[in-house]
């Protein structure tokens, strides 16, 4: 946001008055970098997964190559790796140490879903450095998004469900190590619930975790979130969209953030292998709305992870998974003014 004072605000008067400074192609470079929506992708760091896995990995390369081709409002940046360090913000450093090692067992293995390698545990740093460099934009410039994310079910000590740290965890602690967010919510949307995420900060006051999620769908046995609201099979977009107006008028009646933590899981489509929910591309882009405007109404910073998604057809998932950045790159703007302004 240009600023009276500031370099970009005297750019852009002196141009309204004619004038070009000598500076102002250096001006135009950083408004327009400030106005674009940062997306972390890590979809470099391929996970070898053996033919016929029902993890989606494709997705990933999908995505960012839609948002490549059909967002220039979008900027496109490789994340750093999660240090042991940040990790161990939010995990125990025997599990760090054994996961990055191989030294972990063949129950651990199965439980996680994957077969262990090396490339697995460097995207596994990568996809949580890239929400944690989503959460330091987000705070800057009022949103941004991890193209990949949402590993709600790897819990301190252990993987699982595809997870292998928690990224929403670690993000919201080293927040608040480095004194940029003191109330973190986690906002979990994807359509299983965030039981990782919920036993991580079943005792800390300073982080809100809500889960909206399938009753009956896995993990079968569920953590306690500050906030659960499990929902049957077959949910369409009326009834969802209702649960969730009632959770966010929870959330935020108990607890004041000053800063979000979204999974935009698009595991909720109707048809999803592994959903049992019923919403359409609409309803959801209804549900990414009412969230973000949340958010923006108060001013709120906000980093999105993409979460599950696991159709059939790979291209339903990457479409809702595009439409949750393309809006939130509408927005961004306006986000970044309004976060200005909280701040001020």
């Not at 005297?10 to 004038?19: D, T």
């Not at 913000?89 to 191989?102: E, K, N, T, V």
Request: proline share 5%.
């Amino acid at each position: 946001m240009c600023v009276k004072g500031e370099p970009l605000w005297g750019a852009y008067v002196a141009v309204q008055h004619g004038k070009i400074p000598a500076n102002f192609a250096l001006c135009q470079e950083k408004f327009v970098a400030l106005h674009q929506l940062k997306a972390f992708s890590s979809d470099q760091f391929v996970l070898p997964l053996p033919p016929g896995h029902r993890f989606p990995m494709q997705k990933y390369e999908l995505l960012r190559g839609r948002v490549a081709t059909a967002m220039p409002d979008v900027q496109l940046l490789e994340p750093p790796a999660a240090t042991d360090g940040q990790l161990a913000l939010a995990h125990d450093p025997d599990w760090i140490q054994r996961f990055s090692a191989g030294r972990i067992s063949q129950s651990e293995q199965r439980a996680i879903g994957f077969p262990w390698s090396s490339a697995m545990v460097e995207r596994s740093r990568r996809s949580a450095g890239a929400t944690i460099a989503a959460a330091r934009a987000a705070i800057k410039e009022g949103v941004a998004v991890n193209l990949a994310g949402g590993t709600h079910h790897a819990h301190a000590h252990r993987g699982e469900g595809f997870c292998c740290f928690n990224d929403m965890a670690v993000a919201a602690r080293l927040m608040q190590a480095e004194n940029r967010a003191q109330r973190v919510a986690i906002v979990d949307l994807d359509v299983h619930q965030g039981n990782g995420t919920a036993s991580i900060f079943a005792s800390d006051s300073s982080v809100f975790t809500l889960s909206l999620h399938g009753a009956a769908n896995w993990p079968f046995v569920k953590a306690c979130s500050d906030l659960d609201v499990g929902l049957p099979d077959g949910t369409s977009d009326r009834s969802y969209l209702q649960a969730l107006e009632g959770a966010l008028e929870q959330m935020f009646a108990r607890f004041v953030p000053d800063l979000i933590l979204y999974i935009a899981g698009a595991d909720v489509l109707g048809g999803d292998r592994l959903g049992r929910l019923a919403l359409t591309p609409a309803g959801i882009a209804l549900r990414d709305r009412m969230v973000f405007d949340c958010a923006l109404g108060r001013g709120l910073p906000l980093a999105v992870a993409m979460g599950g998604g696991y159709c059939r057809e790979i291209e339903r998932t990457v479409a809702v998974h595009a439409k949750t950045i393309s809006l939130a790159a509408q927005l961004q703007p306006s986000w970044a003014a309004a976060c200005d302004l909280e701040r001020r």
